[in-house]
């Protein structure tokens, strides 16, 4: 089955530095990648997806970018604010545009400092 | 417009109960995903019922059961309870998209 695998686990930033999470994936045939955030207490949040036609997508300081042939991809996001803090998690699955099962990462503990 | 609920907020249970966990999906969705996920982890795929049948199962024991209702609700129960099977319960819902949408999850404690 696939297989994601997710560094660092932990990450510390400054305030207004960049952040990056990268993620593998083993199933060459997943397809799609969302980004989820959880704060303490509460359930997974969408941040953002990505699908394997596309190489690259932002939404305002968040962006993703994917490399099929390595089959990683990874989040980034600029400027950090403290309200960034929290647990990301990447995922993959085999996309048929009815929800498949999500395989996550580990997660990566995010801490934007002052 | 009201996003995925779950009941309840937390639940206490001892070796050898059954619980049933509780979803409402996400107004319009019509997919109801179960997830698993212990402390420090990312959550694990327990299933999925689409049509009020049971659509994808990921590897949990057969201890693990679903249902869903006309109105695309859904219910997880557990029986025979472990200690292992303390985490965070996840509802996600979906409609005829990749894209899931999660509840803020029932914790289970099992002493």
């Known amino acids: 089955g696939e297989n994601v695998e997710q560094h660092p686990s932990t990450l510390s930033v400054q305030e207004g530095d960049s952040a990056v999470i990268k993620c593998t994936y083993s199933d060459s045939a997943s397809n799609y990648f969302p980004w989820y955030k959880q704060e303490l207490g509460k359930g997974p949040q969408l941040i953002i997806d990505i699908r394997s036609n596309v190489g690259e997508k932002k939404d305002q300081r968040i962006a993703v970018t994917l490399n099929k042939t390595a089959k990683h991809f990874s989040l980034h996001i600029t400027e950090t604010q403290p309200e960034d803090s929290a647990v990301y998690f990447c995922a993959a699955s085999k996309g048929t545009g009815t929800a498949s099962k999500l395989t996550f990462g580990t997660g990566t503990r995010l801490q934007v400092t002052l | 417009d009201a996003g995925v609920t779950q009941s309840p907020t937390h639940l206490i249970k001892t070796r050898g109960q059954q619980v049933t966990l509780r979803c409402s999906p996400k107004s319009g969705h019509d997919t109801v995903s179960w997830y698993q996920q212990a402390l420090g982890q990312g959550p694990q795929f327990i299933f999925q019922y689409y049509e009020e049948e049971e659509r994808q199962r990921g590897n949990f024991p057969d201890r693990f059961s679903g249902h869903q209702f006309p109105n695309y609700s859904s219910e997880l129960n557990v029986n025979a309870l472990l200690l292992g099977d303390s985490a965070l319960y996840l509802c996600?819902?979906?409609?005829?998209?990749?894209?899931?949408?999660f509840g803020p999850g029932t914790r289970l404690t099992v002493l």
């Open positions: 996600a819902s979906s409609f005829s998209t990749d894209t899931q949408y």
